[in-house]
RNA sequence: GGAGAAGUGGCAGAGUGGUCGAUUGCAACGGUCUUGAAAACCGUCGUACCGCAAGGUACCGGGGGUUCGAAUCCCUCCUUCUCCGCCA
């Protein structure tokens, strides 16, 4: 959420920047300066006759105390209109207010300076792009065909247990879903993120902190008996854990990890996209998530992109990072970058991470602030979150990839993982 | 799930209808003292909104109510603790 001071200060600019999203602000930016101005006024006239009536009680307490009771029955009376000219302005308060609220939290956040315009993922600019293994076969199956020889995961199995989108990983391929989750939070934990373990479902105020409610509300599964979420991402309960607080400037750099399973609806995916381990409803992820000073926040989130980086090339794989073009990015990020992985087995593309720097977007719904050692002020803190990484695309590549006539090689980082095994049969 | 108790500032802990945004202690920060440190002493020490400022307003788990006036009384929800039940 945009903070009301930066519109009423620089309402142009807001638009200007909005533009770069594809979204049209003009309105809504007037609208919330008309809301505002109509707040402070409501506010100053409710301060003036608060005032007034606490001062008028403190009188007929002096009244009563000297037994006045007759010119205290009368300041009594005089309390009444005020009164009710308070519960008025209370009613107004409220009404401008949540109005107010309604219009900020449509608002998606800024893009930064260097987000390049555009409409969707064919616009977005490739930063950098490296080669890992190639396999050697020519006749490259794809990972559900692999999966299905090898006997890691069972999709059929998961369709009867819950439905399509829940795969049952089996044997060596369950094993290998550990290791790569050893594998991460161990990188991790080595590069200095805390490791937690969290709820996996959260209640409304967190999905509103980072973003997820109210907007996408249709993204997350509910579970309506008791007015909780199933977690899209660990992004959610560890970025919440700084809800309501604030923080020590010397507490920065903060940095924390997680493995969560995450679930998503995705509605309205279809095709190729939703294929074997695509797109999943439930799939494993090993976030990394910081809180940081807004100085440095640009410099924690590269940090934070040459940490994913250094876990796809321990895994070999070919990749490219992506720089979001406006259009692309997500409604809460500022700026963001992707990871994509080269599946050989179906030529193409996965996004397997997605680091990205929210600045004091999350943090204005979250109230996350820190304390200024300087000039004693509590300011926005800035987070940061990334995939580090997200299971199921790691390994659709690292099978169709590391796939050879006599099996599936395992990656040299994970045979220690893995038992010692190197290679599936 | 049932019964009881409790929720006050970073922590501890006063306050049961009026000048209480809240006594006090600890912690923290600034200073005096000291070669340095400790101790001692002095000062600062919640958040938000309005205001150039002085200052004003709101907030004592959340919400609602009673009252001229609520941290204090009432209702309700949430959380924690103790006991019972159930259970991985």
């Known amino acids: 959420m945009l903070t009301v001071q930066l519109i009423r200060e620089n309402p142009e600019f807001v638009v200007k920047r909005l533009a770069i999203k594809n979204f049209d602000a003009k309105e809504a930016v007037e609208k919330i300066i008309a809301l505002d101005e109509k707040r402070i006024a409501i506010q100053k006239d409710l301060n003036a006759k608060q005032s007034e009536i606490n001062s008028l009680s403190k009188e007929i307490g002096a009244l009563f105390a000297q037994k006045k009771v007759e010119e205290a029955n009368a300041a009594k009376e005089k309390t009444g209109e005020l009164k009710e000219a308070i519960k008025n302005l209370d009613q107004e ?11 900020l939290v449509l608002l998606p956040n800024l893009p930064a300076e260097i987000v390049p315009a555009g409409k969707n993922a064919d616009d977005n600019v490739v930063v950098k792009s490296q080669e890992g293994v190639a396999p050697m076969e020519s006749n490259l199956l794809c990972h559900w065909d692999l999966a299905e020889k090898y006997n890691l995961i069972d999709f059929e199995l998961g369709n009867k247990l819950t439905g399509a989108g829940f795969p049952v990983y089996v044997g060596v391929g369950a094993k290998l879903q550990r290791a790569l989750i050893s594998f991460f939070l161990d990188r991790a934990t080595a590069a200095g993120y805390k490791e937690y373990q969290p709820p996996i479902m959260v209640n409304e105020a ?9 907007d996408k509300e249709g993204q997350m599964y509910y579970v309506g008996m008791d007015n909780l979420y199933l977690i899209p991402t660990a992004e959610v309960p560890v970025t919440n854990i700084f809800r309501d607080v604030i923080v020590k400037e010397s507490d ?3 940095k924390c990890t997680a493995y969560t399973p995450c679930f998503r609806r995705e509605a309205g995916s279809y095709g190729k996209d939703v294929r074997g381990l695509n797109r999943l409803h439930q799939f494993d992820k090993v976030e990394i998530v910081r809180i940081e000073h807004p100085e440095r ?4 989130l590269d940090e934070m992109v040459a940490h994913v980086e250094s876990l796809v090339q321990a895994l070999g794989l070919t990749y490219r990072i992506v720089r ?3 259009g692309d990015m997500s409604f809460t990020s500022a700026l963001t970058y992707d990871f994509e992985v080269f599946s050989a087995g179906q030529k193409r593309w996965l996004e397997v991470s997605s680091v990205s720097n929210f600045e004091t977007f999350q943090a204005n719904r979250l109230k996350l602030r820190y304390k200024d050692e300087k000039t004693k002020k509590t300011v926005l803190a800035h987070t940061l979150n990334g995939s580090a990484l997200a299971l199921p695309r790691i390994e659709a590549s690292i099978l169709e990839n590391y796939q050879t006539a006599d099996g599936i090689k395992v ?3 994970l045979v220690p993982y ?3 095994l190197t290679i599936i049969k």
């Open 411 to 413: 990656p040299d980082v």
């Open 206 to 214: 967190s999905g509103f902190g980072t973003g997820q409610l109210p």
């Open 418 to 420: 893995m038992g010692g």
């Open 324 to 326: 979001l073009c406006g």
């Open 93 to 103: 308060m409220t009404d401008v207010a949540s109005q107010l609220q309604k219009e």
């Open 297 to 300: 926040s640009y410099q924690a």
């Open 252 to 254: 920065f750099p903060i």
